[in-house]
């Protein structure tokens, strides 16, 4: 028989917090009184995560599949292999860092109850430091300027899916996606709700500094043409300034002579639109990147093993 409910949870070196993951996970579930399944998908862990993913799967065989990945592929891919082999009608993910407590579930399950197809959680008094949380409000005021896609908290993986939402996900065949986005763009009736946040368990987060700027990249270029649409603007605005700027300098040399302590002026001009010109090329490459990405057809990820029902 098919589960109701199917959780999503990718690893990535997280062997420290498997087991109280476990433990509260299973528990959670138990008392929901629904059947259930879990999805581990080892994203090339160099810890014992896998070595742990397959004693806990041995302790439930029945309810437990492991995805084992060939390399590391990245969060977003692993979440998608697990979508690909998730069977439940209400799909959760979360992060194995317990950062999103499992406790939080039901209440996602019930507002997917009330005929949402799409919950998200968003983050309350997060457990983060004072430059992460910052980074993450700019970024995300950023985002729903760019994108349109208007989400309280962008960066939250506790979040519940329908199937409907699900299957369109997974015929989605793009090289780089960005769950949060794709699945706003697959719902017809999307809700956020506030849950809990914590602490990281054990470990370290995956995520730097430039993942987080290559992430973001992969988001506005991949769900909109603003990038392109602003340097565009830009480049008509800055042909009309020099236009009228050298009909202010023809006009003063006509009148008060040649402008011999102005060539720093136009230096700076010149190295600005120099950046400017830089800029542009780098957004169009980033397009063209995407571009090159899809036209290549390879896989998103490659599957070694997989542990469960359907192996």
Not at 75 to 92: K, L, S
Not at 120 to 135: A, E, H, I, L, T
Not at 285 to 296: A, L, P, T
């Amino acid at each position: 028989m098919k589960p109701y409910v199917s959780i999503v949870v990718p690893i990535y070196n997280e062997s420290g917090n498997l087991e109280v993951l476990y433990e509260r996970l299973t528990k959670v579930l138990d008392n929901l009184d629904k059947s259930y399944e879990i999805i581990f998908t080892d994203d090339g862990s160099k810890d014992n995560s896998l070595k742990k993913l397959v004693e806990l799967y041995q302790r439930r065989p029945q309810q437990i599949r492991v995805i084992e990945f060939q390399k590391n592929f990245g969060q977003h891919m692993a979440t998608m292999a697990g979508f690909a082999q998730a069977r439940g009608e209400i799909i959760v993910t979360l992060d194995a860092d317990l950062q999103n407590p499992p406790e939080e579930i039901p209440k996602l399950i019930a507002k997917m109850e009330e005929g949402y197809d799409l919950v998200s959680g968003y983050r309350s008094n997060r457990q983060d430091n004072w430059f992460r949380k910052y980074v993450s409000v700019v970024i995300n005021y950023i985002r729903a300027k760019i994108t349109r896609i208007k989400m309280v908290d962008h960066g939250c993986m506790l979040r519940a899916y329908r199937r409907n939402v699900i299957d369109a996900m997974v015929a989605n065949q793009e090289a780089t996606i960005f769950i949060p986005a794709l699945a706003y763009s697959c719902a017809t009736k999307p809700a956020e709700i506030e849950v809990a946040h914590a602490e990281r368990l054990a470990g370290k987060s995956q995520y730097r500094l430039y993942s987080l700027i290559r992430l973001n990249f992969d988001l506005m270029t991949g769900y909109s043409l603003v990038p392109l649409q602003f340097f565009t603007f830009l480049g008509c605005s800055i042909a009309i300034l020099s236009v009228l700027f050298f009909l202010y300098l023809l006009l003063r040399r006509i009148f008060l002579g040649p402008e011999v302590d102005g060539v720093f002026t136009l230096f700076a001009v010149l190295f600005f639109l120099i950046g400017v010109i830089l800029m542009s090329l780098g957004i169009m490459g980033e397009y063209i990147g995407r571009i090159y990405q899809e036209v290549r057809h390879r896989p998103r990820f490659v599957i070694k093993k997989i542990l469960g029902v359907d192996q």
